[in-house]
């Protein structure tokens, strides 16, 4: 899904239009709604964190960009613009090398903040790793380890 709408919905500036830009009537004048760019740029960060494809943190940072100068304008999307800004930016995930349910994979969602992906079944180390960029921050080997490293920082 994520691929279709990159590839049928963005246009040469990085933005993501609402629909097809060209057809009969208003069709031809596509519009370009901040909180659907904000959804999708918030989506693609996390494919990129998931699949450690560079390219969706990319494409976000294009999509969430043409808005930049316009924060002024903005009302409480702003909010959700610094988040995904934030992310983009500075991309955090913790990686978790046991299955999803693990203990380790459940204090991963409980501790991580808001900004940051957890990734299931990331290795095979039965470890987690904090990663700030792709820079490997920490690492921890039980759920009090980890609730150490995320909350002293």
Known sequence: MADWTIQNLRVDSGALCDGPVDGPGLLDQPLYPLDTALEMADGLCDLAALTGTDRYREIARDAIGVFADATDRMGVEV???GTVASRVLRPRAVEVDSPAGSDLHRAALRLADHEAVVVPDAGSSDAAR????????GTADT???LETLLTDR
Do not use: I, M, N
């Open 143 to 145: 759920p009090a380890d």
């Open 130 to 137: 904090l990663l700030t960029d792709g820079t490997v921050e």
């Open 79 to 81: 909010a959700h613009f």
